[in-house]
Protein backbone atom coordinates (compact mmCIF):
# COMPACT_ATOMS: atom_id res chain seq x y z
CA UNK A 1 0.00 0.00 0.00
CA UNK A 2 2.78 2.10 0.45
CA UNK A 3 3.46 2.35 -2.87
CA UNK A 4 0.11 4.31 -3.63
CA UNK A 5 -0.45 8.15 -2.90
CA UNK A 6 -2.12 8.51 0.89
CA UNK A 7 -5.92 9.36 0.17
CA UNK A 8 -8.50 11.30 2.62
CA UNK A 9 -11.63 8.59 2.93
CA UNK A 10 -14.00 11.60 3.59
CA UNK A 11 -12.61 13.41 0.57
CA UNK A 12 -12.41 10.29 -1.45
CA UNK A 13 -16.13 9.29 -0.77
CA UNK A 14 -17.05 13.01 -1.92
CA UNK A 15 -14.97 11.92 -4.79
CA UNK A 16 -17.35 8.74 -5.41
CA UNK A 17 -20.37 11.06 -5.03
CA UNK A 18 -18.96 13.76 -7.64
CA UNK A 19 -17.66 10.53 -10.11
CA UNK A 20 -21.57 9.44 -10.59
CA UNK A 21 -23.36 12.76 -10.29
CA UNK A 22 -24.02 14.07 -14.05
CA UNK A 23 -23.72 17.94 -11.93
CA UNK A 24 -20.01 17.96 -13.75
CA UNK A 25 -21.15 17.73 -17.49
CA UNK A 26 -22.83 20.72 -19.42
CA UNK A 27 -26.12 19.18 -19.89
CA UNK A 28 -26.37 17.27 -16.93
CA UNK A 29 -26.36 14.38 -19.05
CA UNK A 30 -22.88 11.93 -18.29
CA UNK A 31 -21.15 11.39 -15.72
CA UNK A 32 -17.17 9.87 -15.06
CA UNK A 33 -19.21 6.85 -14.52
CA UNK A 34 -20.79 6.60 -17.10
CA UNK A 35 -17.30 5.65 -19.34
CA UNK A 36 -15.70 4.44 -16.60
CA UNK A 37 -18.35 2.06 -14.40
CA UNK A 38 -18.19 -0.22 -11.45
CA UNK A 39 -20.13 -2.33 -13.38
CA UNK A 40 -17.61 -2.61 -16.42
CA UNK A 41 -14.12 -2.82 -14.60
CA UNK A 42 -14.24 1.08 -14.71
CA UNK A 43 -14.27 1.18 -18.62
CA UNK A 44 -16.93 1.20 -20.55
CA UNK A 45 -16.85 -1.81 -22.87
CA UNK A 46 -16.48 0.38 -26.38
CA UNK A 47 -14.44 0.70 -28.52
CA UNK A 48 -15.11 4.07 -28.85
CA UNK A 49 -17.23 6.18 -26.48
CA UNK A 50 -20.54 7.72 -26.32
CA UNK A 51 -20.40 11.03 -24.85
CA UNK A 52 -22.93 13.84 -23.67
CA UNK A 53 -25.70 13.20 -25.51
CA UNK A 54 -25.66 9.25 -25.37
CA UNK A 55 -28.19 7.14 -23.72
CA UNK A 56 -27.69 3.66 -21.50
CA UNK A 57 -24.75 2.05 -20.22
CA UNK A 58 -22.02 -0.22 -21.56
CA UNK A 59 -22.15 -1.98 -24.62
CA UNK A 60 -26.01 -0.79 -24.78
CA UNK A 61 -25.11 2.68 -25.22
CA UNK A 62 -26.77 4.46 -28.05
CA UNK A 63 -25.77 7.36 -29.95
CA UNK A 64 -29.57 8.32 -30.10
CA UNK A 65 -31.33 8.85 -33.65
CA UNK A 66 -32.28 11.36 -36.02
CA UNK A 67 -31.96 15.37 -34.91
CA UNK A 68 -31.28 13.98 -31.29
CA UNK A 69 -28.09 12.00 -32.74
CA UNK A 70 -24.73 13.00 -31.01
CA UNK A 71 -22.23 14.20 -33.52
CA UNK A 72 -19.46 12.32 -32.71
CA UNK A 73 -17.95 9.44 -30.83
CA UNK A 74 -15.23 10.10 -28.61
CA UNK A 75 -11.94 9.34 -30.58
CA UNK A 76 -10.27 7.11 -28.16
CA UNK A 77 -10.92 4.42 -25.86
CA UNK A 78 -11.85 4.82 -22.44
CA UNK A 79 -9.09 2.79 -20.53
CA UNK A 80 -9.46 1.55 -17.17
CA UNK A 81 -8.67 3.29 -14.30
CA UNK A 82 -6.74 0.28 -11.99
CA UNK A 83 -4.03 1.37 -10.16
CA UNK A 84 -3.73 4.72 -11.25
CA UNK A 85 -3.04 5.94 -7.96
CA UNK A 86 0.50 4.21 -7.94
CA UNK A 87 2.91 6.56 -6.87
CA UNK A 88 5.49 5.70 -10.19
CA UNK A 89 2.44 6.92 -12.66
CA UNK A 90 3.89 10.22 -14.11
CA UNK A 91 1.97 10.01 -17.47
CA UNK A 92 -1.73 9.98 -18.70
CA UNK A 93 -3.86 9.94 -21.90
CA UNK A 94 -3.11 7.60 -24.93
CA UNK A 95 -0.82 10.34 -25.72
CA UNK A 96 0.51 11.70 -22.82
CA UNK A 97 -0.98 15.08 -22.80
CA UNK A 98 -0.78 15.04 -19.31
CA UNK A 99 2.36 14.76 -17.90
CA UNK A 100 4.18 15.50 -14.22
CA UNK A 101 6.03 19.04 -14.93
CA UNK A 102 7.54 22.07 -13.74
CA UNK A 103 6.74 23.37 -16.45
CA UNK A 104 4.07 26.21 -15.64
CA UNK A 105 4.46 26.22 -12.05
CA UNK A 106 0.99 24.17 -11.18
CA UNK A 107 2.93 20.72 -11.02
CA UNK A 108 1.80 19.63 -14.83
CA UNK A 109 2.43 20.29 -18.40
CA UNK A 110 -1.02 20.10 -19.49
CA UNK A 111 -3.59 20.96 -22.03
CA UNK A 112 -4.60 24.04 -19.98
CA UNK A 113 -1.04 24.98 -19.62
CA UNK A 114 -0.49 28.02 -17.51
CA UNK A 115 -4.18 28.52 -16.87
CA UNK A 116 -3.93 25.03 -14.87
CA UNK A 117 -5.13 25.83 -11.38
CA UNK A 118 -2.35 25.69 -8.08
CA UNK A 119 -3.04 22.94 -5.75
CA UNK A 120 -4.00 20.02 -7.84
CA UNK A 121 -2.86 16.98 -5.18
CA UNK A 122 -1.77 14.38 -8.18
CA UNK A 123 -1.64 14.19 -11.74
CA UNK A 124 -5.42 11.75 -10.73
CA UNK A 125 -6.50 15.16 -9.48
CA UNK A 126 -5.40 16.96 -12.41
CA UNK A 127 -6.47 14.74 -14.92
CA UNK A 128 -10.36 15.10 -13.31
CA UNK A 129 -10.08 18.37 -14.63
CA UNK A 130 -10.33 17.70 -18.65
CA UNK A 131 -13.28 15.51 -19.38
CA UNK A 132 -15.04 18.67 -17.68
CA UNK A 133 -13.91 20.53 -20.36
CA UNK A 134 -14.19 18.17 -23.84
CA UNK A 135 -17.14 19.28 -25.80
CA UNK A 136 -17.81 15.92 -26.71
CA UNK A 137 -17.01 13.78 -23.70
CA UNK A 138 -19.28 16.09 -20.91
CA UNK A 139 -19.57 19.36 -21.55
CA UNK A 140 -21.74 19.32 -24.71
CA UNK A 141 -21.97 21.61 -27.49
CA UNK A 142 -21.42 25.35 -27.99
CA UNK A 143 -24.95 27.04 -27.25
CA UNK A 144 -26.42 24.48 -24.91
CA UNK A 145 -25.06 25.54 -21.59
CA UNK A 146 -23.10 28.19 -19.73
CA UNK A 147 -20.07 25.44 -19.05
CA UNK A 148 -19.26 25.44 -22.67
CA UNK A 149 -19.67 28.40 -23.61
CA UNK A 150 -17.13 29.59 -21.07
CA UNK A 151 -14.80 26.98 -22.26
CA UNK A 152 -15.27 28.14 -25.28
CA UNK A 153 -13.36 31.63 -24.75
CA UNK A 154 -10.28 29.86 -22.80
CA UNK A 155 -9.97 26.32 -21.88
CA UNK A 156 -10.27 27.11 -17.60
CA UNK A 157 -13.39 29.56 -18.09
CA UNK A 158 -15.70 26.53 -16.84
CA UNK A 159 -14.34 25.07 -14.15
CA UNK A 160 -15.65 28.05 -11.86
CA UNK A 161 -19.24 27.54 -13.26
CA UNK A 162 -19.03 23.52 -12.23
CA UNK A 163 -17.29 24.60 -8.97
CA UNK A 164 -20.26 26.41 -8.13
CA UNK A 165 -23.38 24.53 -9.65
CA UNK A 166 -21.26 22.03 -6.58
CA UNK A 167 -20.62 24.21 -3.73
CA UNK A 168 -24.55 25.75 -4.27
CA UNK A 169 -26.45 22.36 -2.78
CA UNK A 170 -26.14 22.36 0.43
CA UNK A 171 -25.51 18.55 1.06
CA UNK A 172 -22.17 19.45 -1.43
CA UNK A 173 -21.50 22.23 0.84
CA UNK A 174 -21.10 20.82 3.51
CA UNK A 175 -19.17 17.77 2.38
CA UNK A 176 -16.77 19.90 1.53
CA UNK A 177 -16.32 21.62 4.50
CA UNK A 178 -16.14 18.43 6.55
CA UNK A 179 -13.38 16.82 4.26
CA UNK A 180 -11.33 19.87 3.21
CA UNK A 181 -9.47 21.84 6.72
CA UNK A 182 -8.94 24.66 5.04
CA UNK A 183 -12.68 25.04 3.74
CA UNK A 184 -14.30 26.54 6.32
CA UNK A 185 -17.76 27.63 4.24
CA UNK A 186 -18.86 25.89 0.97
CA UNK A 187 -18.41 29.45 -0.65
CA UNK A 188 -14.56 28.78 -0.75
CA UNK A 189 -14.48 25.37 -3.22
CA UNK A 190 -13.60 25.76 -6.16
CA UNK A 191 -12.59 23.36 -9.10
CA UNK A 192 -9.61 22.19 -7.37
CA UNK A 193 -10.94 20.50 -4.38
CA UNK A 194 -13.00 19.02 -6.45
CA UNK A 195 -10.67 17.64 -8.68
CA UNK A 196 -8.92 16.29 -5.43
CA UNK A 197 -11.78 14.64 -4.43
CA UNK A 198 -12.17 13.01 -7.61
CA UNK A 199 -8.52 11.74 -7.60
CA UNK A 200 -8.70 10.59 -4.06
CA UNK A 201 -11.53 8.59 -4.76
CA UNK A 202 -9.95 7.21 -7.99
CA UNK A 203 -6.85 6.21 -6.29
CA UNK A 204 -8.51 4.30 -3.53
CA UNK A 205 -11.03 2.89 -5.33
CA UNK A 206 -9.19 0.82 -8.03
CA UNK A 207 -6.12 -0.70 -6.21
CA UNK A 208 -5.54 -4.34 -7.41
CA UNK A 209 -2.65 -6.22 -5.45
CA UNK A 210 -3.95 -9.37 -4.78
CA UNK A 211 -2.94 -11.20 -8.06
CA UNK A 212 -1.21 -14.30 -8.64
CA UNK A 213 1.43 -12.39 -10.24
CA UNK A 214 1.85 -10.22 -7.21
CA UNK A 215 2.04 -13.29 -4.95
CA UNK A 216 4.52 -14.46 -7.35
CA UNK A 217 6.20 -11.11 -7.15
CA UNK A 218 5.86 -10.45 -3.27
CA UNK A 219 6.42 -13.90 -1.81
CA UNK A 220 7.63 -15.94 -4.54
CA UNK A 221 4.38 -18.42 -4.62
CA UNK A 222 4.07 -20.26 -7.86
CA UNK A 223 1.93 -19.28 -10.91
CA UNK A 224 -0.13 -21.96 -12.43
CA UNK A 225 1.94 -23.80 -14.81
CA UNK A 226 0.49 -22.07 -17.80
CA UNK A 227 0.66 -18.66 -16.44
CA UNK A 228 4.46 -19.41 -15.15
CA UNK A 229 5.27 -20.48 -18.69
CA UNK A 230 3.60 -17.00 -19.98
CA UNK A 231 5.51 -15.50 -17.43
CA UNK A 232 9.23 -16.75 -19.25
CA UNK A 233 7.98 -15.86 -22.45
CA UNK A 234 6.56 -12.32 -21.79
CA UNK A 235 10.08 -11.01 -20.11
CA UNK A 236 11.92 -13.65 -22.46
CA UNK A 237 12.03 -14.91 -26.06
CA UNK A 238 8.19 -12.41 -26.48
CA UNK A 239 9.95 -9.58 -25.21
CA UNK A 240 7.10 -8.09 -23.72
CA UNK A 241 8.75 -6.80 -20.45
CA UNK A 242 11.07 -4.61 -22.82
CA UNK A 243 7.52 -1.97 -22.94
CA UNK A 244 5.33 -3.39 -20.61
CA UNK A 245 7.66 -3.60 -17.39
CA UNK A 246 7.40 -2.00 -13.43
CA UNK A 247 4.73 -2.78 -11.31
CA UNK A 248 2.42 -1.93 -13.68
CA UNK A 249 3.37 -3.63 -16.83
CA UNK A 250 3.78 0.05 -18.52
CA UNK A 251 7.07 1.99 -19.60
CA UNK A 252 5.03 5.14 -19.88
CA UNK A 253 6.46 5.57 -22.68
CA UNK A 254 5.58 6.04 -26.27
CA UNK A 255 5.86 3.15 -29.58
CA UNK A 256 4.42 2.82 -32.55
CA UNK A 257 2.34 -0.66 -33.15
CA UNK A 258 0.67 0.12 -35.90
CA UNK A 259 -3.19 -0.34 -35.21
CA UNK A 260 -5.42 -0.11 -37.82
CA UNK A 261 -7.25 3.38 -37.53
CA UNK A 262 -10.95 3.94 -37.36
CA UNK A 263 -13.55 6.44 -36.40
CA UNK A 264 -13.84 10.14 -36.31
CA UNK A 265 -10.27 10.47 -35.62
CA UNK A 266 -8.50 13.13 -33.13
CA UNK A 267 -8.46 15.88 -35.95
CA UNK A 268 -6.48 18.56 -35.07
CA UNK A 269 -7.09 22.02 -36.10
CA UNK A 270 -4.52 22.13 -39.50
CA UNK A 271 -5.05 18.48 -40.28
CA UNK A 272 -8.76 18.00 -40.82
CA UNK A 273 -7.96 14.03 -41.75
CA UNK A 274 -9.62 12.07 -39.57
CA UNK A 275 -6.98 10.42 -37.63
CA UNK A 276 -4.86 9.99 -34.63
CA UNK A 277 -1.34 11.09 -34.59
CA UNK A 278 -0.95 9.52 -31.52
CA UNK A 279 2.15 11.15 -29.54
CA UNK A 280 3.05 13.69 -32.37
CA UNK A 281 -0.13 15.70 -31.67
CA UNK A 282 2.19 16.49 -28.79
CA UNK A 283 5.11 16.87 -29.31
CA UNK A 284 5.17 18.11 -33.01
CA UNK A 285 7.56 15.50 -33.83
CA UNK A 286 7.66 13.48 -36.51
CA UNK A 287 9.61 10.58 -34.92
CA UNK A 288 6.29 10.19 -32.59
CA UNK A 289 3.98 9.89 -35.33
CA UNK A 290 1.61 6.89 -34.41
CA UNK A 291 3.12 6.38 -30.98
CA UNK A 292 0.93 5.82 -28.02
CA UNK A 293 1.78 5.55 -24.66
CA UNK A 294 1.99 1.46 -23.76
CA UNK A 295 -1.14 0.60 -21.45
CA UNK A 296 -0.76 -0.76 -18.14
CA UNK A 297 -1.97 -4.32 -18.14
CA UNK A 298 -3.21 -4.79 -14.87
CA UNK A 299 -6.39 -6.43 -14.72
CA UNK A 300 -6.38 -6.71 -18.82
CA UNK A 301 -8.25 -9.64 -19.15
CA UNK A 302 -11.17 -7.57 -17.84
CA UNK A 303 -10.66 -4.23 -19.89
CA UNK A 304 -11.16 -5.22 -23.46
CA UNK A 305 -11.68 -3.58 -26.00
CA UNK A 306 -7.91 -2.74 -26.46
CA UNK A 307 -5.68 -0.55 -28.09
CA UNK A 308 -5.81 3.71 -28.28
CA UNK A 309 -9.08 3.35 -30.27
CA UNK A 310 -10.44 -0.27 -29.08
CA UNK A 311 -9.19 -1.68 -32.85
C1 LIG B 1 -17.45 10.09 -22.64
C2 LIG B 1 -16.65 9.15 -21.92
C3 LIG B 1 -15.81 9.65 -20.76
C4 LIG B 1 -16.20 10.38 -19.67
C5 LIG B 1 -17.56 10.96 -19.37
C6 LIG B 1 -15.04 10.47 -18.83
N1 LIG B 1 -13.99 9.82 -19.39
FE1 LIG B 1 -12.19 9.47 -18.54
N2 LIG B 1 -11.49 8.87 -20.33
C7 LIG B 1 -12.24 8.65 -21.46
C8 LIG B 1 -11.36 8.45 -22.59
C9 LIG B 1 -11.80 8.16 -24.02
C10 LIG B 1 -10.05 8.57 -22.11
C11 LIG B 1 -8.76 8.52 -22.95
C12 LIG B 1 -8.61 9.87 -23.63
C13 LIG B 1 -7.28 10.07 -24.31
O1 LIG B 1 -6.31 9.38 -24.00
O2 LIG B 1 -7.20 10.96 -25.16
C14 LIG B 1 -10.16 8.83 -20.68
C15 LIG B 1 -9.07 8.93 -19.80
C16 LIG B 1 -9.21 9.03 -18.42
C17 LIG B 1 -8.13 8.89 -17.48
C18 LIG B 1 -6.67 8.63 -17.82
C19 LIG B 1 -6.34 7.19 -17.67
C20 LIG B 1 -4.96 6.88 -18.17
O3 LIG B 1 -4.50 5.77 -17.92
O4 LIG B 1 -4.34 7.72 -18.85
C21 LIG B 1 -8.66 9.08 -16.22
C22 LIG B 1 -7.93 9.01 -14.89
C23 LIG B 1 -10.08 9.37 -16.40
N3 LIG B 1 -10.37 9.30 -17.75
C24 LIG B 1 -10.94 9.74 -15.40
C25 LIG B 1 -12.16 10.38 -15.66
C26 LIG B 1 -12.89 11.22 -14.72
C27 LIG B 1 -12.44 11.55 -13.31
C28 LIG B 1 -14.02 11.63 -15.35
C29 LIG B 1 -15.08 12.59 -14.86
C30 LIG B 1 -14.63 13.91 -14.42
C31 LIG B 1 -14.01 11.04 -16.69
N4 LIG B 1 -12.85 10.31 -16.83
C32 LIG B 1 -15.01 11.16 -17.63
C33 LIG B 1 -13.61 8.63 -21.50
C34 LIG B 1 -14.41 9.32 -20.58
C1 LIG C 1 7.54 -1.83 -28.34
C2 LIG C 1 6.79 -1.81 -27.09
C3 LIG C 1 5.82 -2.96 -26.85
C4 LIG C 1 6.08 -4.30 -26.85
C5 LIG C 1 7.40 -5.00 -27.10
C6 LIG C 1 4.82 -4.96 -26.53
N1 LIG C 1 3.83 -4.03 -26.33
FE1 LIG C 1 1.92 -4.40 -25.82
N2 LIG C 1 1.46 -2.46 -26.19
C7 LIG C 1 2.37 -1.47 -26.47
C8 LIG C 1 1.65 -0.27 -26.83
C9 LIG C 1 2.28 1.08 -27.19
C10 LIG C 1 0.28 -0.57 -26.78
C11 LIG C 1 -0.88 0.36 -27.12
C12 LIG C 1 -0.97 0.55 -28.61
C13 LIG C 1 -2.05 1.51 -29.06
O1 LIG C 1 -2.89 1.88 -28.24
O2 LIG C 1 -2.05 1.90 -30.23
C14 LIG C 1 0.20 -1.97 -26.35
C15 LIG C 1 -0.98 -2.66 -26.11
C16 LIG C 1 -1.05 -3.93 -25.56
C17 LIG C 1 -2.26 -4.55 -25.09
C18 LIG C 1 -3.64 -3.91 -25.03
C19 LIG C 1 -3.86 -3.34 -23.65
C20 LIG C 1 -4.96 -2.33 -23.54
O3 LIG C 1 -5.39 -2.08 -22.43
O4 LIG C 1 -5.36 -1.74 -24.55
C21 LIG C 1 -1.91 -5.81 -24.66
C22 LIG C 1 -2.84 -6.85 -24.04
C23 LIG C 1 -0.50 -5.96 -24.89
N3 LIG C 1 0.00 -4.78 -25.43
C24 LIG C 1 0.22 -7.09 -24.63
C25 LIG C 1 1.51 -7.31 -25.11
C26 LIG C 1 2.16 -8.60 -25.18
C27 LIG C 1 1.55 -9.92 -24.72
C28 LIG C 1 3.40 -8.39 -25.71
C29 LIG C 1 4.46 -9.41 -26.05
C30 LIG C 1 4.03 -10.45 -26.98
C31 LIG C 1 3.52 -6.95 -25.95
N4 LIG C 1 2.36 -6.35 -25.59
C32 LIG C 1 4.66 -6.33 -26.45
C33 LIG C 1 3.74 -1.58 -26.46
C34 LIG C 1 4.40 -2.79 -26.53
Not at 81 to 103: C, I, P, T, Y
Not at 130 to 148: D, I, K, R, S, Y
Request: charged fraction near 20%.
Amino acid sequence: MEDFIDTDPAQARLGQLLFYDPILSGNRNISCGTCHHHSLSSGDGLSLGIGEGGEGLGPKRSPGTGADMIRKRIPRNAPALWNLGHRSVRVMFHDGQLEVSDQFGNGFDSPAEEWLPQGLDNILAAQALFPLTAQFEMAGNVGENAVTGAVHDRIDLGWPVLAKRVRTIPEYGALFVEAFDHIDHPSEVTIVEIGNALGAFIAAEWISIDSPWDDWLRDGRPLPAPAERGRQLFFGKARCGTCHSGPLLTDQGFHALGLPAFGPGRTRVFDPMPRDVGRMGETDLLEDAYRFRTPSLRNVALTAPYGHNGA
